[in-house]
């Protein structure tokens, strides 16, 4: 059975930094032949990309605009984990963050394309 289970997440102040954590079990195989990535949800809106991390030939990253220069996605193929390191939050980062992985090698930005999903950990940024 895999899962993917989300943890780091909490209640924090405009500046400050998280690091959320995506430990994988049950892969077939090592998670870096897996493409990975975060998404999050605010309450009434869609679930939308915040970044990815896969291995084409080198290690490849992607952002969203709105994150790009401030989170950091990494991963520790030994543990089977994905880390999203995430500094000077703002109140509307506030949402429920969620990690996936898919077969599918490449530069993954859509749900659709990714088959295993968290269950999410909430991330509150007050002002």
């Known amino acids: 059975q895999v899962q993917l289970v989300e943890s780091g997440g909490g209640l924090v102040q405009a500046g400050d930094s998280l690091r959320l954590s995506c430990a994988a079990s049950?892969?077939?195989?090592?998670?870096?032949?897996?493409?990975t990535g975060w998404f999050r949800q605010a309450p009434g809106k869609e679930r939308e990309f915040v970044s990815t991390i896969t291995f084409i030939a080198g290690r490849r990253t992607l952002y969203a605009d709105s994150v790009r220069g401030r989170f950091i996605i990494s991963r520790d193929n030994a543990k089977n984990t994905v880390y999203l390191e995430m500094l000077s939050l703002k109140p509307e980062d506030t949402a429920v963050y969620y990690c996936?992985?898919?077969?599918?090698?490449?530069?993954?930005?859509?749900?659709?394309?990714?088959?295993?999903w968290g269950q999410g950990t909430q991330v509150t940024v007050s002002s």
């Open positions: 996936a992985a898919s077969r599918t090698i490449g530069e993954i930005t859509t749900t659709s394309e990714y088959e295993y």
């Open positions: 049950g892969l077939p195989f090592s998670i870096n032949s897996f493409t």
